[in-house]
């Protein structure tokens, strides 16, 4: 898929800020340093959730020249803070006065540390704070872009204790010249704490130990299986013979057989069996699986499985809001906040924003956008913010909220849609009352705010879209979007935006036309201006670079467009009908027998719209003469799939060509999902129905991991994923992620510095339910519309269809 060789990091923490420690200071407190005691009997190990691996024994090389601070900080310096560090009981403590923005405002840091690039290493700590604090730790360079090579988030309590860490390092670092090593204990925050630490290791490891999982070794849906469904799970197990399994309920044995012996899955690198539960239709909850003494998490059978996490998935944007007060009587009151970038502070506000300034430079010392800026500022306010940052960005926004509102478009035309289930009052949000279906509520919010990206007639490349709206440099976690100090800029428009404002506003005009007329109008005259501005402009390119030192927001970069044109002829042309339209998309590439093939392993995401669009030519009702065959290449496609499912011991239908897993698999696998939800509402068959539910018995349990990558939803589910706000592995008094929130999901490039520990692994467990693991374990708003579309299909599912 698009853009996954990022060259500057994506989400990263700050850069710039971290300060360092000056070499004579260093050297200056080292000869106060002792002999470090191993003697005494170290605390029971209690790893924090926040460790990224457990750590055994670790018999390494020490590559710090002390690790007791018993007798004081030795090579240590504090910097940021006036208070006087003191030495008792074998620790040395300090009194911080709080009152400082970011965590690296304050920090402990040692300087001189060499390390390799992707060489393991082992980091330990055993420290303390009153009251409990988290504070990160990182490993990077001292000086410079401060790029990092690993970090932990240590949950620190007034009772010491150890917090370990495995890693590999992402970068090289060097013990005394150029790019100087450090470690630095963050100690910023607003409130006053005591900080005390007592010791403190960084040694070699040979190789990091494999992905831990505490799952048990057969593996499930967590949430359960459709009565008339089918009904499979994995045991991993190196035994070559078939083995009797038993499925028990309420302490009785309902059904038994014998495993179907697979070999290794290279996707998980594990050996595996399968087992086909199908036959069993009674429903009932706490059903467990065992195969040679290894029980399955307990699992439900029913026909009720998916309502609540369908209204948990759509729920997901209303707190994604930005410009607003989050209402805790309507999101819960975890998730109430105060507005973000509504321009009553501290943020910047999103309310007079200005265009980029000419001359920003990239990493490689050219202007981003070739001397592009703008006149005055821009109202910006308002829109989801993208993800776990605080960023809003057009093509993105695009294919979230063309997803949303296909959740309802399929209610009204699929034979199992269920309109009701979305209508006014079903979800977590607002605006209830109204008389507008909730779910085009909640894509109203991102409609209203793409149309402030649009260039007003009459101005430099009117009728053009903004490709974004982000921060001038990255921010750190955790983060509310109200306490958000940079400043932000809008930045040029680009094709791909303009083109994303007319597919989705072309959509929006004709679903929105029976409860608001007047915004329907709007959003159809926008569609055309942007498609009229598209075309004026065919090659307006967001570019893959990205601002130095630190880019503030990603990419989405795209010089293919042509899927998008496709994408906006087609939702023009279901709103017209017009011949124009018509035209423009069966001459174009992607079109049904054209020169490029829209679908492939993956249908689609955020740059590859062309498989998305062709599944709403064939499922949305139109007059297109060759509407037959649109609909027999979604078919065709969805053949496909299936059959790449089938290969599959953990069920998945992402399977993509040379096996290695992209940023966002899980947005990946549901969209191909979303492919076989389209060929079922076509044709009623069977096949595709239970090839979705399959798919999704993968999400939630039955997967290499052992877990479900939606937070609230299984026994053991994703609830870390990176975010600067449902930050509560960062900050306690924080919410972790809402229910319904999916991650991201495994990526064999693992590039963050937390995820980077798990190099070479096999795809499925490239996966870390870290915060800060953004390569692998970030929420986004195109991941979860993806999961909204197929879990609401599967909720209409219910009783329906034959097993
Ligand atoms: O989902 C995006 C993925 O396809 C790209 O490869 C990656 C690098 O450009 O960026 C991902 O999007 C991130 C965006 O740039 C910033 N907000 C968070 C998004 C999810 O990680």
């Not at 002390?66 to 240590?76: E, I, V």
């Not at 999902?673 to 129905?689: I, M, P, Q, S, T």
């Amino acid at each position: 898929m698009e853009d996954t060789t990022v060259d500057t990091v994506v989400n990263a923490p700050p850069t710039a800020v971290r300060r360092p420690l000056p070499a004579l200071l260093a050297l200056a407190l080292a000869v106060s340093l002792t002999a470090c005691d191993h003697s005494s009997p170290a605390p029971p190990p209690t790893v924090p959730a926040t460790a990224q691996t457990s750590a055994p024994a670790n018999t390494g090389t020490e590559l710090l020249p002390a690790t007791s601070f018993a007798d004081g900080l030795g090579p240590w310096a504090l910097y940021g803070t006036d208070a006087a560090p003191r030495t008792a009981d074998g620790a040395t403590c300090v009194d911080l006065p709080g009152g400082t923005t970011n965590p690296w405002d304050v920090g402990l840091t040692y300087n001189g540390l060499g390390i390799d690039a992707s060489a393991a290493y082992h980091l330990a700590l055993t420290a303390s704070a009153a009251p409990a604090t988290t504070v990160r730790v990182v490993v990077g360079e001292a000086t410079g872009a401060y790029r990092t090579a690993t970090e932990l988030f240590a949950p620190l309590t007034p009772t010491a204790q150890p917090t370990e860490h495995d890693f590999t390092a992402a970068i090289a670092l060097s013990a005394t010249d150029g790019d100087v090593g450090q470690v630095a204990i963050q100690l910023g925050s607003a409130t006053p704490f005591t900080f005390c630490i007592s010791e403190a290791s960084v040694t070699t490891r040979d190789s990091m130990p494999t992905a831990a999982s505490d799952a048990p070794a057969v593996r499930v849906n967590q949430v359960g299986y459709l009565t008339h469904a089918a009904k499979a799970a994995t045991v991993v197990t190196d035994a070559a013979d078939p083995l009797p399994w038993t499925l028990d309920l309420g302490g009785m044995t309902v059904a038994r057989g014998t495993t179907e012996p697979r070999g290794t899955d290279p996707s998980a690198g594990l050996a595996v069996h399968t087992v086909d539960l199908s036959a069993v239709t009674t429903p009932g909850t706490g059903y467990t699986l065992t195969v040679d003494g290894a029980s399955s998490d307990t699992f439900a059978i029913g026909d009720d499985l998916y309502r609540a996490m369908r209204v948990d998935a759509l729920s997901f944007f209303y707190p994604q809001r930005s410009g607003v007060a989050i209402d805790g009587a309507v999101a819960g009151d975890a998730y109430a906040r105060p507005a973000g970038h509504a321009d009553v502070g501290p943020d910047q506000g999103d309310g007079a924003v200005a265009c980029l300034p000419a001359g920003a430079l990239t990493v490689d010392g050219k202007d981003l956008y070739d001397g592009w800026t703008c006149e005055g500022t821009i109202d910006v306010t308002g829109g989801w913010y993208d993800a776990g940052d605080h960023g809003k960005y057009v093509v993105n926004g695009g294919i979230a909220v063309g997803q949303l509102m296909s959740t309802y478009e399929r209610a009204l035309h699929a034979p199992t849609g269920d309109a009701g289930a979305l209508g006014d009052g079903t979800l977590r949000v607002p605006e209830h009352g109204d008389g507008v279906p909730d779910v085009l509520s909640e894509a109203r919010w991102e409609l209203e705010w793409m149309l402030t990206m649009q260039v007003p007639a009459g101005k430099d490349l009117a009728g053009m879209v903004h490709h974004k709206v982000h921060d001038d440099s990255w921010t750190g976690i955790p983060l509310l979007p109200s306490d958000d100090d940079r400043t932000r800029y809008v930045h040029r428009p680009s094709t791909a935006a303009t083109l994303n404002l007319a597919a989705v506003a072309a959509q929006g005009a004709r679903l929105f036309e029976p409860f608001d007329a007047a915004f329907a109008a709007r959003l159809l005259k926008a569609a055309r201006t942007a498609w009229a501005a598209a075309a004026a402009h065919p090659d307006l390119y967001a570019p893959n670079t990205n601002l130095h030192p630190s880019p503030g927001g990603g990419p989405y970069d795209d010089t293919e467009l042509d899927d998008e044109r496709y994408w906006a002829a087609v939702e023009l042309f279901l709103t017209t009908g017009e011949d124009a339209f018509a035209d423009a998309l069966t001459t174009n590439p992607y079109h049904v027998g054209g020169t490029s093939e829209a679908f492939g392993p993956a249908a689609f995401d955020w740059g590859h719209v062309a498989a998305y669009a062709r599944t709403q030519l064939a499922t949305v009702p139109n007059a297109l003469p060759v509407l037959a065959e649109v609909r027999r290449s979604v078919v065709d496609a969805a053949e496909a799939t299936l059959a790449r499912q089938a290969t599959q011991p953990f069920g998945t239908a992402y399977v993509p060509d040379g096996g290695r897993y992209d940023w966002g698999s899980n947005g990946l696998l549901l969209n191909n999902l979303a492919v076989l939800v389209a060929a079922y509402d076509l044709g009623g068959e069977d096949r595709f129905r239970q090839g979705v539910l399959t798919g999704l018995d993968h999400l939630l349990g039955r997967n290499a991991m052992g877990i479900s990558y939606v937070t609230g939803h299984g026994t053991r589910f994703a609830q870390n994923q990176h975010s600067r706000w449902y930050a509560a592995q960062a900050d306690p008094s924080l919410p972790h992620p809402p229910a319904g929130t999916v991650s991201g999901g495994p990526n064999s490039d693992v590039p963050d510095p937390v995820s980077s520990s798990l190099a070479g692994c096999a795809p499925q467990r490239c996966y870390v339910d870290d915060i800060g693991a953004w390569g692998v374990n970030e929420l986004t708003i195109n991941w979860n519309s993806a999961l909204a579309y197929v879990v609401s299909f599967a909720a209409d599912q219910g009783a329906a269809g034959p097993a």
